[in-house]
């Protein structure tokens, strides 16, 4: 009996024994197995693939057709280059225009003329001339009793002269009013002071003018060249001459020859180089 019952407490000594082992083995720490060292003559191993979707074949795209830009230093087609429009400059006025041109302005300046437009005396033809009658002034109309026929534009010139500046003085130094003004017939066909030969005069073409004398309102009178005017006339009669250079280019009168002793002689004719040269004598 003794046998058996030392054969069971054996067994129930090994059996808690062995439920007791794996309580310890937590409690006390197995250590890990020391590496060996890689051995040089040994491959190395290859990295495991990763299962990923890296692995899946990825899907292809159907290619998209660009349509090639061309290069920004590239320049494009030239336009066709329009020859530039030649600036075609408008005719010059015929004659008749410019001779209408002139009536219209001694219209608007109160002339009274008469339009001749052709006019002879012997061998001289004038186209372009007028029959000069009477001039508006501010202190009344002048008249012309000669009639005098000349190139329009002298017209103008002349006529500007008795409003602007003749009657003026006439006014300021007689105390009268100018009534009218002798003077010779502007054309003439003759030559220079009346020679045989030499230069053609500017009567001959109607650029020219003489004038003999003012007649006042008042009726007195002041003749050029006439040394017995009282004092305020002769005033007048100097400030005439001397402002008439500011009109034409040729003021001629007594003392500057004998052809010009009684009268003076105005004309628009080319002296010099140049339309500002005057002879004023």
């Not at 020679?195 to 020219?208: I, L, Q, V, W, Y």
Request: glycine share 8%.
């Amino acid at each position: 009996m003794k046998i058996r019952s030392t054969g069971i407490s054996a067994a129930l000594m090994l059996a808690v024994a062995l439920l007791l082992q794996p309580a310890a083995g937590k409690d006390m720490p197995v250590p890990a197995p020391k590496p060996k060292p890689a051995d040089p003559k040994a491959r190395p191993k290859p990295k495991p693939k990763l299962a990923d979707d890296r692995e899946k074949p990825k899907q292809q795209l159907a290619p998209t057709k660009v349509k090639p830009e061309p290069p920004a230093d590239k320049p494009g087609p030239a336009e066709p280059t329009q020859a530039p429009k030649e600036t075609v400059a408008p005719p010059p006025p015929t004659q008749a225009e410019i001779f209408q041109s002139c009536l219209s302005e001694m219209r608007s300046a109160g002339m009274e003329f008469e339009a001749l437009d052709k006019v002879s005396d012997g061998r001289c033809t004038l186209e372009g001339a007028v029959a000069l009658q009477s001039v508006a002034t501010p202190a009344g109309r002048v008249e012309l009793p000669a009639r005098p026929r000349l190139l329009c534009v002298f017209a103008v010139k002349f006529g500007r002269w008795i409003a602007e500046t003749a009657a003026p003085i006439i006014a300021a130094h007689a105390g009268s009013s100018l009534k009218t003004i002798s003077t010779g017939p502007g054309l003439e066909c003759r030559n220079r002071n009346g020679d045989s030969s030499g230069k053609t005069s500017e009567h001959a073409r109607g650029n020219a003018i003489d004038v003999a004398g003012f007649e006042l309102t008042d009726r007195r009178r002041i003749t050029v060249g006439d040394a017995d005017l009282a004092t305020p006339l002769t005033v007048a009669l100097k400030g005439l001459r001397t402002s008439a250079c500011g009109y034409f280019t040729t003021v001629l009168g007594p003392g500057s020859n004998e052809a010009h002793k009684d009268h003076l002689h105005f004309d628009l004719g080319l002296h010099g180089r140049s339309d500002n040269y005057r002879i004023c004598e």
